[in-house]
């Protein structure tokens, strides 16, 4: 099992860099009158980190609200 977990990150590593060297072409992304210019696997990194923080944070917040709930109804 622990080989299979092994590949798996592996192959993971692997496609992420053949994206990051086959897409190094300057973007530009506006949002909200920001303007910002950089290599797309940049953007993919940085919007995927954004998504990692706010996906994480919104878990612990539910999990939280949930808990307290049911801490209060018991």
């Given at each position: 099992m622990r080989f299979v977990h092994i590949s798996v990150i592996?192959?993971?590593v692997a496609v992420i860099?053949?994206?990051a060297l086959q897409?190094?072409?300057s973007v530009t992304m506006s949002f909200l009158g920001f303007r910002?210019?950089?290599p797309l696997a940049v953007v993919a990194l940085v919007l995927y980190l954004l998504g990692m923080a706010t996906g994480g944070s919104?878990?612990?917040?539910?999990?939280w609200a949930w808990q307290g709930r049911?801490?209060?109804s018991g």
């Open positions: 592996v192959a993971f860099l053949i994206f897409n190094h072409e910002i210019s950089a919104v878990w612990a917040l539910m999990r049911r801490e209060t």
